[in-house]
Nanobody
Framework: QVPLVESGGGLVQAGDSLRLSCAAS????????MGWFRQAPGKEHEFVAG????????YYADSVKGRFTISRDNAKNTVYLQMNSLKPEDTAVYHC????????????????WGQGTQVTVSS
C-alpha cells in the first residue's frame, strides 16, 4: 500500500508548460519504479513516462519524447512530470502509479494508482 496524490494540473494554452507532482506516503517508496499514464475522453489509458527506483533510467512514449521529462526525488517521496510545449492532444487526466516491473508500459504491471489530475490544453 503506497497512497499516491497527484497535483499540478490545470488549464493552459498550447505551447505552455506544466509540472505535475505525485506525492507518495509510505516507508518503501524508493523500492518502486514509477510511471505516468493519461486517459483522454473516450480513450484507454496511455503510458506516458516511466522511471526506475533510483531515477537513473527513464522511458517515454513517442508522443511525448523530447517534450516531457520524468524525474523523482526519493528523499521527498515525490515523482514529477515536467511537460513542455503542450499540445491540445495532451489533454487528459494524468495518473501516477507504482510498479515492481521497471519500465513496463503495460497498465496491468502497475499496482497502486493516484486519483489523477486534469490537464487541459486549449488551442
Amino acid at each position: 500500500q503506497v497512497p499516491l496524490v497527484e497535483s499540478g494540473g490545470g488549464l493552459v494554452q498550447a505551447g505552455d508548460s506544466l509540472r505535475l507532482s505525485c506525492a507518495a506516503s509510505g516507508r518503501t517508496f524508493s523500492s518502486y519504479a514509477m510511471g505516468w499514464f493519461r486517459q483522454a475522453p473516450g480513450k484507454e489509458h496511455e503510458f506516458v513516462a516511466g522511471i526506475n527506483w533510483s531515477g537513473g533510467t527513464t522511458y517515454y512514449a513517442d508522443s511525448v519524447k523530447g517534450r516531457f521529462t520524468i524525474s523523482r526525488d526519493n528523499a521527498k517521496n515525490t515523482v514529477y512530470l515536467q511537460m513542455n510545449s503542450l499540445k491540445p492532444e495532451d489533454t487528459a487526466v494524468y495518473h501516477c502509479a507504482t510498479t515492481t516491473r521497471t519500465g513496463s508500459k503495460w497498465k496491468g504491471a502497475y499496482d497502486y494508482w493516484g486519483q489523477g489530475t486534469q490537464v487541459t490544453v486549449s488551442s
